[in-house]
C-alpha cells in the first residue's frame, strides 16, 4: 500500500547535538503507529518537522506526497500538541467554529465533532472553564475537523480520566477505519498495546524498533510466562513434570522462548486431567519497550 506519511533518513541537529538520527519509516493510510521513545528522545521534533516547523539537518519527508509545509501537506494534516491551549473567553462551540472557518470546513461539522468527543453539553461554556482533558477533548474536536488523512497526536491521553481514554481510542480507531493515517506518541504503553498497528520506538534520536508488537514479541526472544492451573490432588505432579514455580496451591507458572512453546504446552496437555486450565502471557509492550529501550537495536 502506498504510505501516506514517508519519512526517509531523517536528521535533525539543534546547535551541533544530534536530535535525531537516520530516522525513516512509514504510515500507511488507516494505520495507527505509536512512536514511543523516553523523554528527550526526539518525538516531538519529528512532529515539528512533519508539520514543516523545522527543516530537518537531512533527509525526505511527504506528507500525502507533498513537501511538509506546503498547502498541498497542510491540507492533509492535522495535529493536536501535546500542551493544548485555547482563547479563553470563546466557548468550545466558538472555539471550533474558528478552527473550522481556518480549514475551510462546513460550519455543519462543528456539532458533530464536539458530540463526538462528548463535549456537546459544554459547548457553550468559556474555555477558560474547561478542566484540562475538555481542553484535551475540544483539541481532538479540533483534529478531527475535515476527516484529515494524517492525524498528529503528541501525547494525547495525558490528562483524560481511563473512560475517556477509552473513549478517545475509540475515536482514533473510528478515524483509522475511514482510512486516516495516524501517527501517535505516548508514555502510557499499557493503554496503547492493544490500540495501535504498529509500534516504532526511538532512542536518543535514533529508530531502535519499528514493527508490529506481535513481531517485536517475536524478535525480542524475551520470555512468555505459561500459568498452569492444577488439579489441587496433582500439583506436586505437575510442578515436577512441567518444572517452573508453584505460586500458591495449586498454580505452577514457568517461563519459555517462544520457540519452545508449542512443545511446553502439548507437554501440558499431556498431563490431561490433572491440569484444570493454562493461560500463556507474552511480554507486554512494558517488557518489549524495556528491551529496545536498553539498546538491542534490530530494526523490523
Ligand atoms: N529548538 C530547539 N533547540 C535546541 N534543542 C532542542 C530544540 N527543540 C528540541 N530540542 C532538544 O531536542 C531533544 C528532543 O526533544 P523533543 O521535544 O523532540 O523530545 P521528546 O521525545 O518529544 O520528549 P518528551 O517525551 O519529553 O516530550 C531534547 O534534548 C531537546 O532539548
Same mark, same amino acid.
Not at 54 to 72: D, E, F, R, Y
Not at 174 to 192: D, N, Q, W, Y
Given at each position: 500500500?502506498? #504510505? $501516506?506519511?514517508?519519512?526517509? !533518513? /531523517?536528521?535533525?541537529?539543534?546547535?551541533?547535538?544530534?536530535?535525531?538520527?537516520?530516522?525513516?519509516?512509514?504510515?500507511?493510510?488507516?494505520?495507527?503507529?505509536?512512536?514511543?521513545?523516553?523523554?528527550?528522545?526526539?518525538?516531538?521534533?519529528?512532529?515539528?518537522?512533519?508539520?514543516?516547523?523545522?527543516?530537518?539537518?537531512?533527509? +525526505?519527508?511527504? /506528507?500525502?506526497?507533498? /513537501?511538509?509545509?506546503?498547502?498541498?501537506?497542510? !491540507?492533509?494534516? #492535522?495535529?493536536?500538541? @501535546?500542551?493544548?491551549?485555547?482563547?479563553? $473567553?470563546?466557548?468550545?462551540? @466558538?472555539?471550533?467554529?474558528?478552527?473550522?472557518?481556518?480549514?475551510? /470546513?462546513? %460550519?455543519?461539522?462543528?456539532?458533530?465533532?464536539?458530540?463526538?468527543?462528548?463535549?456537546?453539553?459544554?459547548?457553550?461554556?468559556?474555555?477558560?472553564?474547561?478542566?484540562?482533558?475538555?481542553? +484535551?477533548?475540544?483539541?481532538?474536536?479540533?483534529?478531527?475537523?475535515?476527516? %484529515?488523512?494524517? $492525524?498528529?497526536?503528541? @501525547?494525547?491521553?495525558s490528562g483524560l480520566d481511563p473512560l475517556a481514554r477509552q473513549r478517545f481510542y475509540h475515536l482514533i480507531s473510528k478515524m483509522a477505519e475511514r482510512g486516516t493515517a495516524v501517527l501517535l506518541s505516548s508514555h502510557g504503553l499499557s493503554e496503547i498495546e492493544a490500540r495501535t498497528d504498529r509500534v516504532a520506538i526511538l532512542r536518543k534520536g535514533k529508530l531502535v524498533a519499528d514493527a508490529p508488537l506481535t513481531d517485536l514479541q517475536h524478535s525480542a526472544n524475551l520470555p512468555l510466562r505459561i500459568r498452569v492451573q492444577a488439579d489441587t490432588a496433582h500439583v506436586d505432579t505437575v510442578h515436577q513434570q512441567m518444572g517452573g514455580q508453584r505460586i500458591n496451591g495449586a498454580t505452577v507458572e514457568l517461563e519459555c522462548r517462544y520457540p519452545e512453546k508449542m512443545q511446553r504446552l502439548s507437554a501440558i496437555s499431556a498431563l490431561g486431567n490433572a491440569v484444570r486450565d493454562v493461560e500463556v502471557y507474552p511480554p507486554s509492550l512494558d517488557d518489549i519497550y524495556r528491551h529496545y529501550s536498553a539498546g538491542k537495536e534490530t530494526k523490523q
Amino acid at each position: 500500500m502506498t #504510505s $501516506l506519511l514517508n519519512i526517509s !533518513n /531523517v536528521s535533525m541537529c539543534f546547535a551541533h547535538r544530534d536530535v535525531l538520527s537516520d530516522v525513516s519509516f512509514d504510515v500507511a493510510p488507516g494505520e495507527r503507529v505509536a512512536l514511543l521513545g523516553h523523554n528527550g528522545a526526539g518525538k516531538t521534533t519529528l512532529f515539528r518537522i512533519i508539520l514543516g516547523f523545522l527543516n530537518p539537518s537531512g533527509g +525526505q519527508i511527504t /506528507v500525502n506526497g507533498a /513537501v511538509p509545509g506546503t498547502a498541498a501537506a497542510r !491540507n492533509a494534516v #492535522s495535529y493536536l500538541p @501535546e500542551s493544548v491551549s485555547f482563547p479563553k $473567553l470563546l466557548t468550545g462551540r @466558538e472555539t471550533v467554529a474558528f478552527y473550522a472557518k481556518l480549514k475551510g /470546513v462546513a %460550519p455543519a461539522a462543528v456539532d458533530q465533532v464536539l458530540a463526538d468527543v462528548d463535549l456537546t453539553d459544554a459547548a457553550d461554556q468559556r474555555c477558560g472553564t474547561y478542566s484540562k482533558g475538555m481542553r +484535551q477533548r475540544l483539541g481532538l474536536a479540533q483534529a478531527m475537523l475535515g476527516d %484529515p488523512k494524517l $492525524l498528529l497526536l503528541d @501525547e494525547p491521553t495525558s490528562g483524560l480520566d481511563p473512560l475517556a481514554r477509552q473513549r478517545f481510542y475509540h475515536l482514533i480507531s473510528k478515524m483509522a477505519e475511514r482510512g486516516t493515517a495516524v501517527l501517535l506518541s505516548s508514555h502510557g504503553l499499557s493503554e496503547i498495546e492493544a490500540r495501535t498497528d504498529r509500534v516504532a520506538i526511538l532512542r536518543k534520536g535514533k529508530l531502535v524498533a519499528d514493527a508490529p508488537l506481535t513481531d517485536l514479541q517475536h524478535s525480542a526472544n524475551l520470555p512468555l510466562r505459561i500459568r498452569v492451573q492444577a488439579d489441587t490432588a496433582h500439583v506436586d505432579t505437575v510442578h515436577q513434570q512441567m518444572g517452573g514455580q508453584r505460586i500458591n496451591g495449586a498454580t505452577v507458572e514457568l517461563e519459555c522462548r517462544y520457540p519452545e512453546k508449542m512443545q511446553r504446552l502439548s507437554a501440558i496437555s499431556a498431563l490431561g486431567n490433572a491440569v484444570r486450565d493454562v493461560e500463556v502471557y507474552p511480554p507486554s509492550l512494558d517488557d518489549i519497550y524495556r528491551h529496545y529501550s536498553a539498546g538491542k537495536e534490530t530494526k523490523q
